[in-house]
């Protein structure tokens, strides 16, 4: 069976950090690039962050940009998402999503293209405490 599973949400205060994973499983995410995506509350989900299959490049949001980062361990199948400096207005459901396309070698998809992704975690709440 094909999935990814997100770990490693929770609750933390303003200014914390996490650190998400989204491990992959029945399949290799070496050719896959990843994209993190979250919903708020009452809210649409929005891109956040996305890394090419190869890992050479990273797509930011600009709400996070600085604060955030992807990253990809080939060896461990996972792809990370390191949350710094977390603000009370990035609480939300985080989902990682993988694209298979060589387009995605070496960059990734848009923020906004959710339509390139193949699949889709379960999704990991994080909330962020005033």
């Known amino acids: 069976q094909l999935q990814l599973v997100e770990s490693g949400g929770g609750l933390v205060h303003s200014g914390g950090s996490l650190r998400l994973s989204c491990a992959a499983s029945?399949?290799?995410?070496?050719?896959?690039?990843v994209g993190w995506f979250r919903q708020a509350p009452g809210k649409e989900r929005e891109g956040v962050s996305s890394i090419s299959a190869f890992g050479g490049v990273t797509n930011y949001a600009d709400s996070v940009q600085g604060r955030f980062t992807v990253s990809k361990d080939r060896a461990k199948n996972t792809v990370y998402l390191q949350m710094n400096s977390l603000k009370p207005e990035d609480t939300a459901v985080y989902y990682c999503?993988?694209?298979?396309?060589?387009?995605?070698?070496?960059?990734?998809?848009?923020?906004?293209?959710?339509?390139?992704?193949?699949?889709w975690g379960q999704g990991t709440r994080v909330t962020v405490s005033s």
């Open positions: 999503a993988a694209a298979l396309d060589s387009l995605w070698y070496h960059r990734p998809p848009s923020l906004t293209s959710e339509v390139e992704y193949d699949y």
């Open positions: 029945g399949f290799s995410l070496e050719h896959y690039a």
